[in-house]
Every structure is written in structure tokens, then in C-alpha cells.
């Protein structure tokens, strides 16, 4: 299996520093022990790999990009990307734990957060001893996520939270969630506030938990709020302004899952090159035939070109640059291109593709969720286009 990953890993689009190699062996080797022995039985269990989770934080990965001072690694996107892409291309499951977890709850804390809200949260979430989600939507309102219907009623010192979000990621184990809602229902986005809840709040609880697809490992759930009472210091950000600072994490959001595509692409095309050199077809090994090589040839290639979009948006992100034309470039492409080399996986693999005996099948259903998860395909076009229309054309 390692053998096989040489091949791709030379397709790197530009040299990592000796850090950045160690990191990626480190979690390469991780994830061959740790992860690949389960990957079916938690897949058909559903099983959320608990124990696997608290050891990504002792490996500094749940607070990858937070400074050491908040008890974070203190390293950037570029390096972010390099543990999804590693994780991802033996478990989905265990990159899109860790993305959420990341990107979405413990930045929006990051961001949006106090000092105190800062000191509070983010050495307990960049630790892992704590789980993080981050939840935006709702039944009625997912690519329209300004259409909210959670509400947050100021009363006296506290706010009352009642309404209920779904497919929030981590949302069972979560000890701690960023939950949009509305605070001003006159107001449109601007009428959108962040709060943070913690687990065992009076009137939170998870709801049903998604049976899904792919990525079944990783946790989808629904959370309910019943007269939910938060102190008034739970606010993240000002109010009215939630909404605004969701689009600022999803801009870095969008650049994990993209190294989740990127990942599950990447395992998908692992599994496929070791398989065309062991089948024998027509008295030769498959991958002797023309027809198959220039499949794999497309495959690497738009891999690559997937990765430097993936890799460009991490740089930017970590000269400060704001990124959200090239997060959701990255996010739109990478998707959108994982999609096609896992089912062209499936086709090298041919019958046995279709069964759960080989890996195929599993990378076909997990990479489904990249061009759906954090805005849509369709969504990201709208964000590009909107981006590219606001500058004059002759700068590009
Ligand atoms: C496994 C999983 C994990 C998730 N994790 C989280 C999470 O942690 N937190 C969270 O808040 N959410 C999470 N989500 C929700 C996810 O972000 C939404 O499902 C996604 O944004 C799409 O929203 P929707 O499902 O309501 O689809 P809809 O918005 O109903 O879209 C349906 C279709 O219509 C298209 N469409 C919608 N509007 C337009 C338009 N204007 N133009 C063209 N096409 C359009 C969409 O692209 C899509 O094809 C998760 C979802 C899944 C499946």
C-alpha cells in the first residue's frame, strides 16, 4: 500500500519543507496503522472512531492552524491541507471529522471570539479534549443559509435559543457548537447572530443522526433547541453580524474540502494503480493496455491540477490574503474532479469495484459529500462568478 502512494506522492506539485515532509510520514504512517485496519467495520458500523479522534489531538492535529499560545500547532493551511489530503486518502471519515472540527467550529471561535471566549475554548478544542461542529443549517434553509428560522430572544442577561439545525457534522459528540441564528428577523443576513453552546445546556440536545451514502464513519446529526438559555457572553461576534463571519470560515472551510477531495481522490487512484499492475486480462496485467493508461494518465493530471488550486488557496490564506474567490475555486474543482477519478476507479476496477471486498466502491460513495458539504457545486459558482465580476476584467 505505502509502495503504491510513492507513485502519486512524486506528482506533488512543489517541495514541502522538511517539516511539512514529516508531517505528512507522520500521519501517513498514523493513518496506515491506525486507520486503514477499521476502515469497513467502522463504515458499515457507522461507527464515530472516538478513540482515534483523541489521538489526532495528541498529534497537535485538532488545533492544527490555532497559535501555540491558544495551545494550537501554530502552523498554516498549507500544512492543514497536507493532514486532510493524508487522512482522507485512507478514511473520508476521519478528514471531515477533523475539518469540521477545525475550520468550521473552533474557527469561528477563533475569528469571531473575545479574548476570554478565545482563552475559554480553543486550548480545550486545539487539545481534542473537546469536539467542536459549527452549525448554519436548517431543514428549510441550506444553500439559502440567510433563511434561517432558529431564533435567539435577548432576555435580560441570557439569550433563549429554540429551533433546530441538521446535518452537523460532529453534532453528537460535539462538546461545543457555533449555532447561527436569527436575533432580528427584520434585518435579512444582517439579522444573524453566532452563539456558543455547550454540551449539557438545558433545552440542547442531538437529535436523529443521519444514516448516510458515504463517509459513515464521521457524524451527521441534528441538533434541537427547547428554550435553550445561554448566557449573554455566549454571543461570538456582534450581533447581527454571524452571518458575515460564517462566509469568513467558510472561506477557509472551503479550502478543507477541497484536501478532502483531494484525499479520497488520491485513494481512489492509489487503489486503482496497484490493482491495473495485479489484474490480468487477455493474458497481461490491465495496466499494459493503452486504453487503461491514458485513464490513469487523466486521472493524475487532474489531480494535480486539483491539488496547486488546493495548495494555492492555502498559501494565500497564510499570507493573510482574503481567499474567497480561490477557496471556492479550489473547493468547486477538487470536488468536482474527486468525483470523476473515483468513479473512474470504480471502472478499472470493473465487477470488483462494485464490491465491498475492494476499496473502490467505498472512495465512490465518500467523495460525493465534497461537492455538497459547505455550499454546493452550484453555490460555488455563484461565489466565483460574483467575485469575478466585482474586478476589472483587464486585472483578472
Ligand atoms: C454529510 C454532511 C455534512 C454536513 N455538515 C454540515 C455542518 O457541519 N454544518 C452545517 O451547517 N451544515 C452541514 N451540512 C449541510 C450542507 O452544507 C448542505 O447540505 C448544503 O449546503 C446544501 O444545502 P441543502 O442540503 O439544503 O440543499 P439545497 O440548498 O436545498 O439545494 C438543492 C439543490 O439546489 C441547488 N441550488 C440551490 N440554490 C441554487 C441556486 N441559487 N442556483 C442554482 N442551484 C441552486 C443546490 O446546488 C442543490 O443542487 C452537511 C451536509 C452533509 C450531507
Keep these: 500500500m505505502l509502495g503504491e502512494l510513492e507513485a502519486v506522492e512524486n506528482l506533488y506539485p512543489f517541495v514541502l519543507t522538511d517539516e ?20 469497513m467495520e467502522w463504515d458499515e458500523a457507522c461507527e464515530f472512531p472516538s478513540p482515534v479522534i483523541r489521538k489526532l489531538g495528541a498529534m497537535g492535529l485538532m488545533g492544527i492552524i490555532f497559535p501555540a499560545e491558544y495551545g494550537g500547532s501554530g502552523l498554516g493551511y498549507v500544512d492543514y491541507v497536507l493532514a486532510i489530503e493524508e487522512l482522507s486518502a485512507v478514511d473520508g471519515s476521519v478528514g471531515l471529522t477533523l475539518a469540521a472540527h477545525n475550520s468550521l467550529g473552533t474557527n469561528h471561535i477563533f475569528l469571531a471570539g473575545t479574548e476570554m471566549q478565545r482563552r475559554k475554548y480553543i486550548p480545550l ?3 481534542g479534549e473537546w469536539l467542536g461542529a459549527w452549525a448554519l443549517t ?33 453534532g453528537h459528540y460535539a462538546d461545543v457548537a457555533v449555532v447561527i441564528a436569527v436575533t432580528d428577523k427584520t434585518k435579512g443576513t444582517h439579522g444573524l447572530s453566532a452563539f456558543i453552546v455547550e454540551k449539557g445546556t438545558p433545552g440542547f440536545r442531538p437529535g ?23 448566557p449573554e457572553e455566549n454571543l461570538l461576534g456582534a450581533e447581527g453580524e454571524g452571518f458575515i463571519d460564517a462566509m469568513r470560515v467558510l472561506d477557509g472551510g472551503r479550502i478543507s474540502i477541497a484536501a478532502l477531495s483531494l484525499g479520497i ?13 495485479e489484474r490480468r486480462q487477455f493474458g497481461k ?14 486521472m493524475a493530471t487532474q489531480l494535480d491540477a486539483a491539488r496547486l488550486l488546493t495548495q494555492r488557496a492555502a498559501v494565500l490564506k497564510d499570507a493573510g490574503r482574503k481567499v474567497t474567490r480561490e477557496s471556492s475555486m479550489a ?64 486585472r483578472g
Design 20 to 39: 511539512q515532509e514529516s508531517l505528512r510520514a507522520e500521519i501517513r504512517r498514523f493513518a496506515a496503522r491506525e486507520i486503514a485496519p477499521h476502515v
Design 125 to 127: 478544542l486545539a487539545s
Design 138 to 170: 436548517e431543514p428549510g434553509s441550506g444553500s439559502d443559509a440567510g433563511g434561517a428560522r432558529t431564533t435567539a430572544v435577548k432576555i435580560g442577561d441570557r439569550y433563549v435559543l429554540n429551533g433546530n439545525k441538521i446535518f452537523i457534522t460532529n
Design 208 to 230: 436523529r443522526k443521519e444514516n448516510k451514502l458515504g463517509l459513515r464513519a464521521s457524524d451527521t446529526s441534528e441538533l434541537i433547541f427547547e428554550d435553550c438559555e445561554i
Design 265 to 277: 481522490a488520491r485513494g481512489a487512484l492509489d487503489a486503482a494503480l496497484k490493482y491495473v499492475k
Design 285 to 298: 496485467a490491465i495496466a499494459e493496455f493503452q486504453g487503461i493508461q491514458w485513464k490513469l494518465a487523466d
Design 331 to 394: 473547493k468547486l474543482f477538487a470536488s468536482e474532479t474527486a468525483v470523476r477519478i473515483c468513479d473512474e476507479a470504480v471502472q478499472l476496477f470493473g465487477g470488483y469495484g462494485f464490491i465491498k471486498d475492494y476499496p473502490a466502491e467505498k472512495f465512490y460513495r465518500d467523495v460525493k459529500l465534497c461537492t455538497i458539504g459547505e455550499g454546493t457545486s452550484e453555490i460555488q459558482r455563484m461565489v466565483i462568478a460574483r467575485e469575478i465580476l466585482k474586478v476589472n476584467p483587464s
